[in-house]
């Protein structure tokens, strides 16, 4: 049967079609969507965990008793599981074990644009990067027999335009295992002391040598002999973006990027006159085909920053541009927190206030945009707690007074929490924010710990952030109604004075929740023309339902789309002349 | 079955129903036999952002984007985006716009001002050029939120696919309860010269 499938729809059809019981993640662009798609088969477990390394770990189990897993996570999100990771390559697997890996180039919705290739060399495993929809579902496959025939974890690498994009796709069945999960004592293989993990190295070292030969004859690492003036190797979609800008030249399309197969490039190499290799990001396959004494040209013509587009890899074989329309400079359109929002009344505040704010990772980075323009950092999950606790260690006590760090409820539970712990432990006096909107937002709404409800949809324990803060030793924690202007800056001025760790939680639903009970919209607001003095109060809070209208009336006024507007009720209280009232 | 591959962008604001389009066209492809790609960024965007996804249809296609100028169709849901992305366009490409100005933050908040006749600028510099009342044929066929529908219609008059394929692909994709308004607003935008 045929279906048009994005790349992480394909993956878990792979997944389901490899026999896979267990998926684990944490939601994370552009891997999100491939746990959201593993729930459509009923033979696989799936759960969002709290982050990436507890989804290792998980899967890790899940291996060791003998099932098939399958963890997934954004390219950054390998940084937080590296720990077990490194570890898993050295005890190896029992049932197949398969991590994806989604990386971003051109940073469409991350931090930066690290190149994940890396860990398959540095953790020693093997990694698998597909092209397109149809190869995520056959490498997945794919990865499942190579984890079990080599003992190994295996990466299974992807980027936006591939995770995101769909092709047409030939779906498989089911491959249901005879073998059922049991434990299995193997304590020299699964107990990484290091007397074991000594003589697990040595295998380890052998297994990368035995894939590089054996990559070689793999059916994914394909040469495609046209003409030979010009050979490029290439991988994943940079292979696509070669096709449609190079038709004629000859290609060797690596399905396997990690350990590579020296001697299929030596053999590529000999039969074209100039040798070019393709690659997003990091010259990864470049600088290993140089260091075996190959020729070839990379990095000097094709940018490590950036993702590559037909017309990138055609600018730089030097082929003429095709004829573009040019246009005018055009004001951007950046996204923005939603109208009703519970985070825009906080920043607002802060803003006012300001404060010095340790910023983190999830809808609430957008606090950062004009007009709120309330973030002063963004480094990675969970760390607004952290560097917190580091500047307040050494700021004078007038300026630590406006260190407030604020996190969202699904970054607090991934990695948020031992930051707090942290700073209780270690006298920290500084502000922390939990913006608890019962979900985790920025990735398109999947729930978590704090939520009550698991990815499968079952009712779960919901943590309690109070008492969670409380029995950490935080002795000032304060819950508060974000969209109450007086009592955001009452309350958040009055822990920004006090001289130790001082917790708020916020208590608003995000508005995109569509669970039934939890996000209540109010009645539209509307401004009432007569009273309205134009004095753009009501623009600062850069509601995308409230429009600044020029030409109404002598200097203008404020107009509020009743459409977007849900009634929030933040506006209103910033306007001194009453012009912002319920729509009649 | 020749080997041209036909490029189509589409173009808007985040919350506008340009994937769903998206996917209709896709489905559309597939369903009378050819390969199809397509590529979008969702993530950020779906705040009110930018939205461009690329559609290609052929015997076989590679890149997942439509190459800088090689655009066959612009398919526009609001008119600054249509004339932000006219340079994915090739010369003398159609464009298919809805006549629908969305005020980007920095307009909502009196920094900036819309920039001023954006349809009559895309008609300058694209001859072939389809102005479409998106919101009013809409309501004309029953939900003010079908106008992507109507789009979709007059972008399929554009394209070399039997009608049959269309609604196969709109049976399948849009809600059951939906489907009358959707195939009347199809068959509105169809029927635009």
């Not at chain 1, 393709?278 to 990379?298: M, R």
Request: net charge negative.
């Amino acid at each position: 049967m045929k279906e048009i499938l994005s790349g992480n729809e394909a993956i878990a059809r792979g997944a389901y079609e490899a026999g896979v019981k267990v998926a684990c993640a944490y939601p994370g662009t552009p891997s999100t969507e491939i746990l959201e798609n593993t729930i459509r088969y009923r033979e696989i477990d799936s759960s969002w965990a709290t982050n990436e390394k507890v989804a290792l770990e998980v899967g890790i189990g899940a291996s060791f008793v003998g099932a098939r897993s399958l963890v997934t996570m954004k390219h950054v999100g390998v940084n937080v599981a590296a720990d077990p990771l490194f570890t898993l390559s050295y005890t190896g697997v029992n049932g197949g074990l398969v991590l994806v890996c989604a990386d971003d180039p051109e940073l469409h919705s991350s931090q930066n644009e690290q190149d994940s290739r890396n860990y398959a060399k540095f953790a020693k495993v093997p990694m698998l990067e597909p092209g397109d929809s149809q190869e995520c579902l056959e490498f997945t496959r794919l990865a499942y027999e190579i984890s079990e025939k080599y003992d190994t974890p295996v990466l299974l690498r992807t980027t936006t335009r591939i995770s995101h994009s769909k092709s047409v796709v030939n779906l498989g069945e089911r491959t249901d295992l005879v073998r059922e999960a049991k434990i299995e004592k193997n304590p020299a293989k699964f107990v990484m002391l290091p007397g074991n993990a000594r003589v697990r190295h040595v295998v380890v070292e052998e297994r990368t040598v035995q894939l590089s030969k054996d990559g070689c004859s793999m059916p994914i690492n394909r040469v495609e002999m046209r003409d030979t003036k010009i050979g490029v190797i290439t991988a994943g979609i940079s292979y696509q973006h070669v096709r449609e800008a190079l038709p004629e030249a000859s290609v060797l399309k690596l399905g396997m990027v990690h350990p590579l197969p020296f001697d299929l490039i030596r053999e590529f190499a000999a039969k074209v006159e100039k040798l070019y290799v393709v690659e997003e990001l990091d010259p990864f396959i470049e600088e290993q085909v140089k260091a075996v004494g190959i020729p070839v040209i990379g990095k000097e013509i094709i940018s490590i920053c950036g993702e590559l587009t037909p017309g990138r890899v055609r600018k730089a074989f030097g082929l003429p541009e095709n004829a573009q329309t040019t246009v005018e400079k055009l004001p951007g359109r950046p996204p923005n927190m939603c109208p009703g929002c519970p985070h825009r009344g906080v920043f607002y505040t802060l803003n006012q206030l300001k404060a010095y704010v340790s910023g983190d990772i999830g809808c609430y980075t957008l606090g950062f945009m004009p007009p709120l323009s309330a973030m002063d950092t963004c480094v990675c999950m969970g760390a607004s707690i952290g560097m917190a606790t580091g500047a307040v260690k050494v700021l004078p006590p007038e300026e630590r007074k406006k260190v407030v760090a604020v996190i969202g409820d699904s970054t607090f539970l991934h990695t948020g929490i031992n930051g707090l712990m942290d700073m209780v432990y270690n006298k920290g006096a500084a502000t922390v924010i939990i913006l608890d909107n019962r979900i985790t937002a920025m990735t398109g709404r999947q729930e978590n710990p704090g939520s009550g409800h698991t990815l499968m949809n079952d009712p779960a324990n919901a943590v309690d952030f109070e008492l969670l803060c409380k029995a950490i030793g935080v002795k000032n924690v304060r819950t508060i109604n974000p969209l109450d202007l007086d009592e955001c800056r009452t309350v958040i001025s009055e822990e920004m004075e006090r001289p130790e760790t001082s917790v708020i939680i916020t208590d608003k639903p995000c508005v995109l929740i569509k669970r039934e009970g939890i996000f209540k919209a109010g009645a539209p607001l509307q401004v009432v023309d007569e009273s309205c003095t134009g004095c753009r109060a009501c623009l600062k809070i850069g509601c995308p339902a409230i429009e600044w209208i020029p030409s109404s009336g002598k200097k203008g006024k404020a107009h509020i789309d009743p459409l977007l507007c849900n009634g929030c009720d933040v506006c209103s209280q910033l306007c001194k002349f009453s012009a912002i009232q319920e729509a009649k | 079955m020749s080997d041209k591959v036909t490029n189509i962008v589409l173009v808007g604001v985040g919350g506008q129903g340009i994937l769903l389009a998206a996917e209709i066209l896709s489905e559309t492809f597939m369903l009378a036999g050819f390969d199809v790609k397509k590529s979008e960024i969702h993530g950020m965007s779906q705040r009110g952002g930018s939205v461009v996804s690329h559609v290609r249809y052929g015997k076989e296609v590679f890149s997942p984007m439509v190459p800088e100028g090689e655009g066959d169709i612009l398919f526009g849901f609001e008119l600054m985006e249509s004339y932000r992305y006219l340079s994915l366009l090739k010369p003398g490409g159609t464009v298919v716009v809805n006549d629908l100005c969305i005020a980007p933050p920095a307009v909502l908040v009196g920094q900036e001002t819309y920039p001023a006749d954006m349809a009559l600028k895309i008609q300058e510099l694209c001859p072939d050029c389809l102005l479409v009342d998106g919101q009013n044929l809409a309501i004309e066929a029953g939900n003010a939120r079908a106008a992507n529908t109507v789009l979709l219609g007059a972008v399929s008059k554009r394209l070399d696919i039997e009608e049959k394929y269309w609604i196969e692909a709109i049976e399948k994709m849009v809600p059951k309860k939906a489907l009358d308004v959707n195939l009347k607003a199809f068959q509105m935008g169809r029927g635009l010269k």
